[in-house]
């Protein structure tokens, strides 16, 4: 008892946490919240998103503010521990060539990932356009917790300029590389509420399909905060370097800003804006 009391004295004067987690477990101190980049839900053989591959200027925008953890381990109480805010991208729906079929949601993972968010987690699961091996049924039950939806409905490449009042983001410029849209239950105790809507006025650089609809939403059941957005290609190096791809380069965007502000206000950290 006395040691514990003297580490929780030690973290203080040094300015790191102590805290249990969001799964009501101790968590080690860190000097910065950790954010764990879980790869669970991505089969075997996908190399989308690679940490250290297209996401690589992400995560090094992301170690500014948290420690970056990377893994595909399942998600447990163990794993989830000391991790501040969950970040899980384009959950795969199929095996990838010879590989072993990856694994998708699951009642008990549905289990763990509610509490770990109603007892203060943050979590952003971020979807995408249907020839990217997108797993959409069984994710939907995990977001089913929180009011939220997605669907098989579809918008082609087009640059967002967000209305001024949007919160934590209005003003900015969002390169969204297509993605699906997604339907709220406005009744829903989690309150889902809609971030940004697709602006039809706002046409895509490239293709026919614009569909009304949320494209990116948030909820926040209980204490933790929940974040998804349906285009993951919006955070590869090349949105940022806005080189494109698939002969679509959209220009002029602000898309490592907006990110930054939503990963602050989904970890709760003090300087992230409110909603």
Not at 155 to 161: E, S, Y
Not at 201 to 222: I, S
Not at 227 to 240: C, E, P, Q, R, Y
């Amino acid at each position: 008892m006395k040691t514990k009391t003297l580490i929780k004295s030690l973290a203080l004067a040094l300015g790191v946490e102590t805290m249990s987690g969001p799964t009501g477990m101790a968590a080690e101190p860190h000097a910065r919240p950790v954010l764990l980049y879980s790869r669970h839900y991505n089969a075997e053989g996908e190399n989308r998103y690679l940490p250290d591959g297209t996401y690589k200027q992400v995560m090094q925008r992301l170690r500014e503010d948290f420690e970056v953890r990377v893994h595909n381990k399942p998600l447990t109480r163990e794993t989830l521990a000391d991790v501040r805010l969950l970040f899980i991208v384009n959950p795969s729906d199929k095996a990838v060539g010879n590989n072993p079929a990856p694994p998708h949601v699951t009642a008990a993972d549905i289990k763990v990932l509610t509490e770990f968010v109603r007892n203060g987690g943050g979590l952003i699961v971020s979807g995408n356009q249907e020839n990217h091996n997108l797993e959409v049924a069984d994710m939907n039950r995990l977001l089913a917790q929180f009011g939220i939806q997605a669907t098989n409905l579809y918008t082609d490449a087009k640059k967002l300029v967000l209305p001024g009042e949007t919160p934590m983001i209005g003003g900015l410029r969002w390169a969204y590389y297509t993605g699906n849209l997604l339907l709220l239950d406005s009744s829903h105790p989690a309150k889902p509420r809609a971030l940004v809507m697709n602006d039809l006025n706002q046409k895509p650089e490239k293709g026919a399909r614009d569909q009304a609809g949320c494209l990116l939403a948030t909820a926040e059941p209980g204490k933790g905060r929940v974040i998804v957005v349906t285009d993951s290609g919006w955070l590869a190096d090349w949105a940022f370097d806005e080189e494109g791809i698939g002969g679509v380069a959209i220009k002029g965007q602000d898309n490592r800003e907006i990110f930054g502000r939503l990963t602050h206000w989904a970890a709760h950290l003090p300087e992230g804006p409110e909603p």
